[in-house]
């Protein structure tokens, strides 16, 4: 048997939209495989009954199928689905590596995150390997067609959940067709410059690379309460925030001193506009560990 703890991740991360991804050290989802002459899924945790256990519906279901290596697969959720916090890809980064560590098989980390994103496809139509290279690679990535980069990062984040359902389909949907050249140049600016910041591990510069006017206040528009968690999340000492991948979460970035006061004024700030949520504090991660 093996057991692997998958991170959630943030993608896009405002500029870099459907190319940069961080891993987060916590929330986590917890997969456990045993060799099976075929494959079976059991899911517990949170939004456990939103998951399809059939295994050709289950994104880990299909990474089973993809490495030819069946096996009975335990997740346990916690990764909330449909967060924006890569839920999906957290099972199916911790079915890839559990998989190959159990088969033995030779697969390196970056072969694991392109059957990982295979898993995603297969489910959700869409083959993003935002939130899976993350998952697997941790620290922060930046994914294109023609390859992946990786750098580690050492900084404080807070991701905040408002307990409110926003389909990834509607979040794309409001994606606008085409750009303004004043507004691809902004994004690239802030994109540079959040990339430079994630080098150094500066909350400054990525804060300030959470920039984006294209993607994001259309987004934002679908969070109840996002203006009110944004506001007070910078007045606490936030540095920037965004929506955290195709949403509800927010996602924050602050100076570690700031953290906790930035957590409760994002649970505040949506408080005001009458929505619960949950803050984690948390730090750019590392990728899927066998336990
Ligand atoms: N980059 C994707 C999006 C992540 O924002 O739609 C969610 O799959």
Do not use: W
């Not at 346990?76 to 890569?86: A, F, T």
């Amino acid at each position: 048997m093996t057991t692997v703890r998958a991170p959630a991740t943030s993608a896009n991360l405002g500029s870099g939209f459907d190319v940069f991804g961080v891993a987060l050290d916590r929330p986590a989802d917890v997969v456990r495989v045993e060799r099976a002459a075929e494959t079976t899924i059991e899911v517990t945790g949170t939004g456990a009954s939103f998951i399809p256990e059939d295994p050709a519906d289950n994104t880990a279901g299909v990474v089973a199928r993809e490495l030819d290596a069946p096996a009975h697969i335990r997740i346990d959720k916690g990764v909330r689905p449909s967060s924006g916090l890569g839920s999906s890809a957290a099972s199916a980064a911790g079915a890839a590596v559990a998989l190959a560590d159990l088969y033995d098989l030779e697969y390196s980390r970056r072969e694991l995150v392109r059957v990982a994103a295979e898993g995603e496809a297969a489910v959700s139509g869409d083959a993003h390997a935002d939130n899976v290279a993350p998952a697997i690679l941790g620290g922060f990535t930046v994914v294109r067609d023609d390859g992946i980069e990786h750098v580690d990062a050492d900084l404080a984040l807070v991701v905040c959940l408002p307990d409110l359902v926003v389909s990834t389909r509607d979040a794309r949907g409001v994606v606008p067709e085409s750009a303004a050249i004043e507004d691809v140049v902004d994004t690239v600016g802030s994109a540079a410059t959040l990339a430079i910041g994630m080098c150094r591990s500066d909350p400054v510069r990525v804060g300030r690379g959470l920039e984006e006017h294209l993607v994001t206040p259309a987004r934002a528009d679908l969070i109840e309460g996002y203006h009110d968690a944004c506001e007070a999340a910078r007045e606490a000492g936030a540095t920037g925030v965004t929506v955290s991948g195709a949403g509800p979460a927010v996602l924050a970035v602050c100076r570690d001193r700031d953290q906790r006061r930035v957590a409760s004024a994002l649970v505040d700030g949506f408080d005001d506009a009458d929505v619960e949520a949950t803050a984690y504090r948390s730090r750019v991660g590392d990728g899927a560990r066998v336990l």
